[in-house]
């Protein structure tokens, strides 16, 4: 397995619309390997191919503690949303960042599993809110988007300083 580079906001690559996968391939199963790996480092709980730099509608997540409870969703489509709920969000490819997000409090979703068998899954809670997260980067959207105009250019500002700091730090090293 290897570790993948997570691209951060506002980095143009995550507004790409990911394609569908055509079948799901050894390919597409090292990928989910690898962005797992890639998540549990980062101390993450989800995460979308296109945050990896990779256009295929696959996302894996893991909301356990103890990562014991890895789920994959290739091609996810949501099919019914019921309720709202708000929830503080934060995002691997917005690091440091977190806001309120209004989303559906329960979501039912349909995609392939890493053996290319459809399933359909009813989610709730921090699941449901999860799916539509990362569901929302296969089709280029982060979840600063859902912030004012005023609130996304603070973190937008905010981040591009950090990463210019980042820079010159290793160029110091």
Known sequence: MSRLSIL???????????KPVESVTERERKLAADMLETMYEAR???LAATQVNEG????VMDLSEDRSEPRFFINPEIT????SQTCEEGCLSVPGIYAEVKRAEKVTVRALGL???PFELEADGLLAVCIQH???HLDGKVFVDYLSSLKRRMVEKRLRKQQRQDKAEATRA
Do not use: M, S, T
């Open 8 to 18: 951060e906001f506002p980095d143009p690559r995550l507004r790409r619309v990911a």
């Open 44 to 46: 993450g709980i989800g």
């Open 56 to 59: 295929v509608r696959l996302v």
């Open 80 to 83: 019914d949303r019921v309720g």
């Open 115 to 117: 053996d290319g068998a």
């Open 134 to 136: 990362e569901i929302d």
